[in-house]
Every structure is written in C-alpha cells, then in structure tokens.
C-alpha cells in the first residue's frame, strides 16, 4: 500500500487468496472499492451538472447584462427598457441561491399558518411585470383554505412555476387558472396554463435534474433545474408535486398538501 499511488485500488490489485478468512477479507476490501468508485462517479456526475449549469447561467445572466451596456452606450435608459433585463437577472441570482441553499432547507424554514389564495396572489404579484408584458389573463380561486408551510420556500415553488408557463406560454391568449380544492386526504393548489404543453415522452422526466425536453432544447436556454428544485424542496416540506399535461393544450402543475396540516386562523 505504501507503494500505491492509489490505495484505494488494493482490493483489485490482491489476487484472489486460497483460504477462507482471506477470501472473506478480499471480499469486504472489493466491495469497499465498488462502493468508493459508485460514490466517486456520483460526485463526478454531480460535478459535471453544476458546471454545466453554472457554463448556462453565465449565458443566460450575459444576454440581459450585455443588452443593458448596449442601452447605457445609446443613452435609452428607460423603466421599460429596463426593468425587464433587471427582472431576468434577479430571477436567475434567485434561482442560484435557492439551488445552493436546497440541500440545508430543513436548517431554515419557518413553518406559519397562511392563507392559500393570499400565498398565489402574492407570487403572481412578484411575476405581474412578465405576465401582464405577455398578455396573460389570470383566473384565480374562488375558495381558499389555510396552509402550514413555510411562505419563503412555497412562494418559490409558485414562482418557478409560474416562469415555465411564461416560458412555454401559448402565442395567443396565454392564460392561467389558479384551483384550490380540498378533499379528506388533502388540500390541493393547482396551477393551470393553456400553453405548448409537455409530450408523453418528456412528462414523466420534468422534475429529474438537467432534463430541458424537447421543448427547452428547442429554446436553447433552459436548465433543467427549476422543476428539480421544485420538487427538491416539495418534498422537504412534505408537500407532494405532479404534472399532467398534453401538447399544444396545457399543463396542470398540482400542490398536495397533507391533510393534516389543515388549521383554523
């Protein structure tokens, strides 16, 4: 082992001994070695998507930075000129810090009592710029019903919704229909676009990290990681999330909280 430049290697470099208590250690030594190597392709893997990502986002946080320069350079620094380009860029530092913070989200959230339809109008209220810009017109609940869960984690949740029917919207009377429903298992917050829709192929991929789909590849600039995150975090707060949709008609992105989170104001 001194010799070896990679020690971790020895359980491959032993031939295969002759009696038992031998056998058995060389046993143990080559399933330590199939384990460290499983365990470094992981983080190899893990590596390589935040660095792809990473490669992505300074892309993605170039375009509106260079269009700004451009505007300064043609003194046409105007609110509606700006503003969107700052909105973009806001979305994608937002986006960043969430997916550094996912992982320790048990360490900071802060679970209070809201009222469902106040949380939704609140995220619409964040995105109102890009959506009112796109034309959309909004529809939401007629009833509500108390929420425990942590405002901060599930507005995000909302949002990188709302940006991919944003994305993906419809190019003629884009629309979203916000549901609450409440059942005796759970209560539901359905999110409902009539945009270009997810096929039966991509669907049951959508919340996987780095899958863009068709669609996103068609766009060139998505990550793959808003969805990811979405349900990274849904299920940190024990909140289960599901997608149903069908090309050219719309996708239905549902929030199942568990019944027993229910609570009076």
Same mark, same amino acid.
């Given at each position: ?14 031939? @295969? #001994?002759?009696?038992?208590?031998? @056998? ?16 470094? $392709?992981?983080?190899?893997? +893990? ?18 930075? $260079? ?20 909105? @973009? ?7 960043? &810090?969430? *997916?550094?913070?996912?992982?320790? =989200? ?10 469902? =339809? ?19 017109? %909004?529809?939401? #609940? ?33 629309? &979203?229909?916000?549901? *609450?429903?409440?059942?005796?298992? +759970? ?13 039966? /192929?991509?669907? #049951? ?31 940190? %707060?024990?909140?289960?999330?599901? $997608?149903?949709?069908? =090309?050219? /008609? ?16």
């Amino acid at each position: 082992m001194k010799e070896c430049d990679k020690p971790y290697l020895m359980g491959e470099l032993t031939s @295969r #001994p002759t009696f038992f208590a031998a @056998r058995k250690t060389n046993d143990y030594l080559e399933e330590m070695t199939e384990n460290y190597h499983t365990l470094l $392709a992981k983080e190899r893997k +893990e590596k390589e998507e935040y660095y792809n990502y990473i490669q992505l986002w300074v892309h993605e946080i170039k375009l509106p930075l $260079a269009s700004l320069q451009l505007l300064c350079e043609n003194e046409h620094l105007t609110k509606e000129n700006v503003y969107p380009l700052v909105r @973009r860029m806001n979305f994608f530092v937002e986006q960043t &810090l969430f *997916c550094a913070k996912g992982t320790f =989200v048990h360490k900071d959230y802060h679970i209070q009592t809201y009222d469902a =339809v106040t949380l939704l109008q609140e995220s619409i209220q964040d995105m109102a710029f890009e959506l009112i810009q796109a034309g959309f017109s %909004l529809q939401l #609940p007629k009833n509500s019903f108390p929420l425990r869960t942590d405002k901060q984690w599930i507005q995000f949740i909302i949002k990188q919704i709302l940006q991919n029917s944003w994305k993906y919207r419809s190019k003629e009377q884009p629309t &979203l229909t916000f549901v *609450c429903l409440e059942t005796k298992k +759970e209560q539901q917050i359905q999110i409902i676009d009539n945009g270009v829709g997810i096929s039966a /192929k991509d669907l #049951p991929h959508i919340f996987e990290k780095g899958y863009t789909g068709e669609k996103g590849r068609q766009t060139k600039s998505a990550t793959g990681l808003g969805l990811y995150l979405c349900e990274q975090l849904a299920e940190q %707060l024990n909140i289960k999330i599901t $997608a149903d949709s069908e =090309v050219e /008609k719309g996708t239905t992105i549902t929030l199942h909280f568990p019944i027993y989170q229910r609570t009076t104001f």
